[in-house]
Nanobody, 115 residues
């Protein structure tokens, strides 16, 4: 069964940057649109960014457009999210998965933006 392992989260000050990674086991990674999702306390899990199979097209939620960049390395079965100009409202647990959802959720990685 394919497993997703997110990493790279942490505590950062407003305006700072983080780079998240998602390692996927199995070959399903390279044949699916992938996405980053996030869930803040007390809120539903929402999609933040998606990227097509070959990496040619990326889409972003309005709240992160211009600040976040999604990328993928199919040879390494790894998805990335570069997050710049972080804001307190970006605080959440971040997850990766296919788009639409096809895999069990991983454990996620906590991102906390606070001074």
């Amino acid at each position: 069964q394919v497993q997703l392992v997110e990493s790279g989260g942490g505590l950062v000050q407003p305006g700072g940057s983080l780079r998240l990674s998602c390692a996927a086991s199995g070959s399903i990674f390279s044949i699916n649109t992938m996405g980053w999702y996030r869930q803040a306390p007390g809120k539903q899990r929402d999609v933040v960014a998606t990227i097509t199979t070959g990496g040619s097209t990326a889409n972003y939620a309005d709240s992160v457009k211009g600040r976040f960049a999604i990328s993928r390395d199919n040879a390494k079965n790894t998805l990335y999210l570069q997050m710049n100009s972080l804001r307190p409202e970006d605080t959440a647990v971040y997850y990766c998965n296919t788009r639409p959802l096809r895999l069990p959720w991983g454990q996620g990685t906590q991102v906390t933006v606070s001074s």
